[in-house]
């Protein structure tokens, strides 16, 4: 899933004919200050980052003059929330509330629904799910019949039902159909605007904007510049940008990386492999409980070629600082296993001759099994790492996978403790 | 290595080399095996070589499922006679 800026989502809400405050992007204080003169009134400086809980992290200000948004903007620049930095900030001109309500748009994909849900509040400005826990009474619900769409007197009810006052309903009821309409225009996973205003001038205006598309459909909507269609709420690293690249343009099987973290010193980090998501988890909690660190996360699945796993495999191995490689392959019926075993002997032979020591701990399980422990074995057999290969017998035992994967790195890192040249 | 007897193929994302100079002293033709075990059966022996059964534009648009298997059994049971060049980034 990809989340749209809250600047993109607002343009989407715009071109469907629902109201939001007037602003920009600035990427110095300078530009903050231009904008805060051209707007000519109060603004609202934001930090234009994908997280929520911005207000509480202190990435949100009120100025009141351009003096106070540069100020303001400079602040925020120089800031971090959840130890990123802050490289954009929106600012838009400052609305005056009466009352705030929350509308939001989910996919709910239990089997007893598999619809969209359309959620309203008179609750807005705090998390829905607070709401719905404490003050269930505040929040009605329409599960969307997708054939039918959705219809305005539809919409005026979820309204009507929660007595909001008679003279809102037909703006709400406008909005709140508007917002389906570019929900399933674009075809979007969740859509929320919390907080929905009632402003003081009377109008009805999305003071902010959560908007995630399905990563499936971003090549649908070239419109919306979509560059990295993954479900992640950091900017790519080089790697996760290479990984994108060549599921980008393979579409024979699938391949999936991500880079949990960029700083290895302390040691104790994995390069972590799994094919077929369930079997993998159980891979990492494994690994976890044991005490090792996973550096990337990568999964490939659905009959990839040899070449494929061979691409990933290099990008896992890429990672500078890892001590070991931990494939957890579970998969029992859908891929023949030998294509990845000719894919990762291609992969370790390139990349860790000058290795010597280099933990491997392979979980190879499902068709072809037999014959691609042999092609791992065999073709390995002249590397000077230190591989283990394990079956279909292991699939519920990765315990003792995990545990043989600490014994490796921590002989491991001993052996290149003791290399001559070493700094102890 | 002489570049005159250097077999050369495209796959969808890489390219496929063989020195016919060492394959005419292979015995055991483990590439073609291979190719028809793993792969797509393209390669064929052609006065002691292996050569691609199909066309080139054929095993560029998919027909080379890029099993690797062929520089693999080359290593093991050939001459190390293939290399198979796959970059990081695939430019198609």
Redesign the interface.
């Known amino acids: 899933m990809v989340k749209l800026t809250e600047h993109k989502g607002k343009e989407i809400l715009r071109s469907m004919g629902i109201n939001t405050p007037t602003g920009d992007v600035a990427r110095t204080s300078l530009e903050a200050r231009r904008i805060s003169e051209s707007l000519a009134k109060p603004v609202v400086v934001k930090a234009h980052v994908p997280f929520s809980g911005r207000f509480k992290a202190g990435v949100v200000k009120i100025a009141e003059t351009p003096d106070e948004a540069e100020k303001a903007a400079s602040h925020i620049l120089s800031s971090e929330i959840r130890g990123f930095s802050i490289h954009e900030l929106l600012v838009e001109e400052k609305v005056e509330i009466e009352k705030e309500y929350y509308a939001g748009i989910i996919i709910n994909d239990s089997w007893k629904v598999r619809s969209p849900v359309i959620i309203f509040s008179v609750e807005g400005g705090i998390s829905i799910e607070e709401t719905a826990k404490h003050s269930p009474e505040k929040v009605s619900t329409l599960t969307v019949d997708v054939l039918k769409g959705v219809n305005k007197y539809d919409a005026y009810n979820l309204a009507i039902r929660l007595g909001v006052p008679s003279q809102w309903i037909p703006k709400i009821g406008e909005t709140l159909t508007a917002m389906y309409y570019a929900f399933k225009r674009y075809e979007a996973r969740i859509l929320e605007i919390n907080p929905l205003a009632l402003t003081k001038d009377l109008k009805i205006a999305a003071l902010d904007c959560k908007m995630v598309i399905d990563d499936s459909a971003a090549p649908r909507h070239p419109e919306l510049g979509i560059q990295f269609p993954r479900d992640r709420e950091t900017p790519p690293t080089q790697l996760e940008e290479m990984a994108w690249k060549i599921e980008e343009r393979d579409y024979r099987g699938t391949s999936y990386f991500a880079q949990l973290t960029q700083e290895t010193k302390e040691g104790g980090y994995v390069g972590f492999h799994g094919i077929g998501g369930g079997g993998a988890m159980l891979g990492m909690d494994a690994l976890h409980r044991c005490g090792l660190k996973i550096a990337n996360y990568a999964d490939t699945s659905g009959n990839p070629t040899a070449a494929k796993v061979y691409r990933v495999a290099k990008i896992i191995l890429a990672q500078p600082g890892i001590e070991g490689y931990f494939l957890s392959g579970a998969v029992i019926a859908s891929q023949e296993q030998w294509h990845h075993a000719h894919g990762l002997v291609k992969a370790f032979r390139e990349t860790l001759a000058e290795k010597p020591g280099f933990p491997i701990v392979a979980l190879i399980a499902g068709n072809k099994e037999k014959e691609a422990h042999r092609i791992m074995k065999e073709g390995l057999k002249d590397l000077p790492v230190k591989l283990e290969v394990y079956g279909r017998d292991y699939v519920y035992n990765l315990g003792h996978l995990a545990l043989r994967m600490r014994s490796l790195v921590e002989e491991y890192r001993a052996m290149k403790t003791n290399e001559p040249g070493h700094p102890i | 290595m002489n570049r005159d007897t250097l077999y050369e193929f495209n796959?969808?994302?890489?390219r496929i080399t063989i020195n016919h100079d060492e394959c005419l002293a292979c015995e055991s033709h483990a590439c073609v095996k291979a190719c028809k075990q793993?792969g797509s059966g393209i390669l064929k022996i052609e006065s002691g070589k292996p050569i691609l059964s199909i066309t080139r534009e054929e095993a560029e648009k998919g027909g080379c499922?890029?099993?690797?298997?062929c520089?693999?059994e080359c290593?093991?049971k050939g001459r190390k006679a293939i290399v198979?060049d796959?970059p990081?980034?695939?430019n198609?």
Do not use: A, M, P, Q
């Open positions: 796959s969808r994302t890489g793993y499922v890029e099993c690797l298997s520089e693999y290593w093991f198979i796959l990081l980034t695939i198609l």
